[in-house]
């Protein structure tokens, strides 16, 4: 069981208040699939990802990084109980998906540059640390069913 | 992995833009490593690594200047950090796994004071330069 301190619960919730699912979430999904282009891999039914343009203007994209997003916001909510939350999403992952979890972490890192992009100076070294630990836990429970 | 014409110039250009701040964005690349990932304090027992501190300024100077030298000989990453290469192998031996999580760090810094330079395209350019000096960084470990 992972535990969160009274301040990184604190700077979990300041930040996902502020945080517009819709527009971060198609961000980071895009951003992953232009700087990882290998994750394009599990999304071959999406149309068009020819191009960082074409992918940014992607409406599966769009769509794909929103519900996403929304998801993780399950993760900010259960903070203490995430291996539970994630239990039938990491089957899904595993057993219907067959996605690797290290393309988790890797939209986990991207999720924080664009945290920092759109929070700047707010995004404090603890900011950035408790955030960091946050995605690195989810990831954690989005593999634990993985066989 | 190699850089694309289109990604030596996002990383010039990125670059062209920081290289007056290399102290400041240095040190701040340093510090949000230790507070994020704490194990990297481990290479540091003899350093003041509280915030502000002379020392995390001065190193923080360091590793940006060699970006930027890096970042200036693009063609040629590995000639221009080839001491650098010599030092991490031989003395320091930093774990490879370990420029990563500076690579991710100096990306945060960059999309906190430049996030509109800091475009998908340039993003991805950024990463994979960074990649490629951890690789010449940690060239000759073996």
Request: hydrophobic content about 45%.
């Amino acid at each position: 069981m992972v535990h969160w301190s009274a301040e990184e619960k604190q700077l979990i919730a300041s930040v996902w208040s502020k945080v517009n699912v819709e527009e971060c979430g198609a961000e980071a999904l895009a951003r992953l699939l232009i700087v990882y282009p290998w994750t394009q891999r599990f999304f071959d039914n999406f149309g068009n990802l020819s191009s960082p343009t074409a992918i940014i203007g992607n409406p599966k994209v769009r769509a794909h990084g929103k519900k996403v997003l929304t998801s993780f916001g399950e993760a900010v909510k259960n903070l203490e109980n995430l291996k539970a939350t994630y239990a039938k999403l990491s089957e899904l992952h595993c057993e219907k998906l067959h996605v690797d979890p290290e393309n988790f972490r890797l939209l986990g890192n991207i999720l924080i540059i664009v945290l920092a992009a759109h929070f700047n100076k707010d995004f404090t070294p603890t900011c950035q640390a408790t955030w960091q630990k946050l995605v690195g836990v989810v990831a954690h429970a989005l593999a634990y069913k993985y066989h | 992995m190699v850089l694309s014409a289109n990604d030596k110039s996002n990383v010039k250009g990125v670059f062209s833009k920081i290289s007056s701040h290399a102290e400041e964005y240095g040190a701040e690349t340093l510090e949000r490593m230790f507070t994020t990932y704490p194990q990297t304090k481990t290479y540091f027992p003899h350093f003041d690594l509280h915030h502000g501190s002379a020392q995390i300024k001065a190193h923080g100077k360091k590793v940006a200047t060699a970006l930027i030298e890096a970042a200036n000989h693009i063609d040629d990453i590995a000639g221009a950090l080839s001491k650098l290469s010599d030092l991490h192998a031989q003395k320091l031996r930093v774990d490879p796994v370990n420029f990563k999580l500076l690579g991710q760090c100096f990306l945060v810094v960059m999309a906190i004071h430049h996030p509109s330079a800091l475009t998908p395209e340039v993003h991805a350019s950024l990463d994979k330069f960074l990649c490629a000096v951890g690789n010449v960084l940690t060239s000759k470990y073996r």
